[in-house]
């Protein structure tokens, strides 16, 4: 198995409804772009990333949104050295299709109160949900680097609730540990490297608001 010495986690630069929740009234989330801001920070992480890398061939997987989409052109990595893969089951939290912002205001703060990995929007997705996503993929990835060819770097250019979800799932984190975890900021990254000892260890820690609350002993 040739698994990676890197896997590279990125946030979407920041997009139109990151600085104006009423786009989601006229817009698909889907459909919501960069904003000016979004794009110089996708190229300044575009330019650690190609430093990171070097000549070194890197595996691409991209949500199919559009700001993930604009986030990795403008990293302006070398094409001759990547494969992209556009996955849907790296997409953002699904809060359902024409979004009023006072009733997602309102949702907001019944999730905030019921708890964000098991409260469901009433048209969309709970962070349960998106964890399961987030897992399949995972099988996918795993399968991947059955490949002997495989390159040493993956790049998972998505959302910050993908991100904390995906690391909650490499990790064995409990939902209290994910749950007292804020997203990473717009372009910001996080890297699982592979040790000497074959385990991956997370690059930096996701900020915490709260400590954790967790109903038993796991581990």
Known sequence: MARPRRIVLVRHGESTGNVD????????DHALALTERGRRQAEATGERLRELFGGERVSVYVSPYRRTHE????????????????EPRLREQDWGNWQDR??????????????????????????????????????????SFEDPDHPPNVLIVTHGLAMRLFCMRWFHWTVAEFESLSNPG???????VLGDDGKYTLDRPFERWRDPEPYGITG
């Open 102 to 143: 006072d009733e997602v205001r309102l949702q907001k703060t019944y999730r905030d109160a019921y708890g964000h990995f098991f409260y469901r929007f009433v048209q969309g997705e709970s962070g349960a949900d998106v964890y399961d996503r987030v897992g399949g993929f995972l099988e996918s990835l795993f399968r």
């Open 71 to 86: 986030t990795l052109r403008a990293f302006r990595l070398d094409p001759g050295l990547i494969r992209v893969r556009e």
């Open 186 to 192: 717009n372009g910001e990254v996080r890297m699982l």
């Open 21 to 28: 929740d009423s786009v989601y009234e006229r817009e698909p």
